[in-house]
């Protein structure tokens, strides 16, 4: 089981670095905090986007999305 969290965390961290250039070309940026075994995972949004009015839309919208397209196991994607 552990061995599977790491891949999934992996996995998420390979989609986070596909997105983060364009949260940086507004100043922000996305950082993992954990990805827990029921598929949730918790993020920071970082610089300009951690006060952004947009964040949620950005975090959800976006974000979230890319991450449940490539990994079935990705559930949930909450801001922390």
């Not at 998420?12 to 949730?40: H, S």
């Not at 949620?56 to 990994?71: F, Q, R």
Request: charged share 35%.
């Amino acid at each position: 089981m552990e061995k599977n969290e790491k891949n999934l965390k992996e996995r998420v961290l390979e989609i986070l670095e596909k997105v983060r250039p364009g949260l940086q070309m507004d100043g922000g940026d996305v950082e993992l905090v954990e990805v827990d075994d029921k598929g949730t995972v918790s993020l920071r949004l970082q610089g300009a986007c951690s006060g952004c009015p947009m964040a949620s839309m950005t975090l959800h919208g976006w974000i979230e999305k890319e991450l449940k397209a490539n990994i079935p196991e990705v559930k949930e994607v909450r801001s922390v």
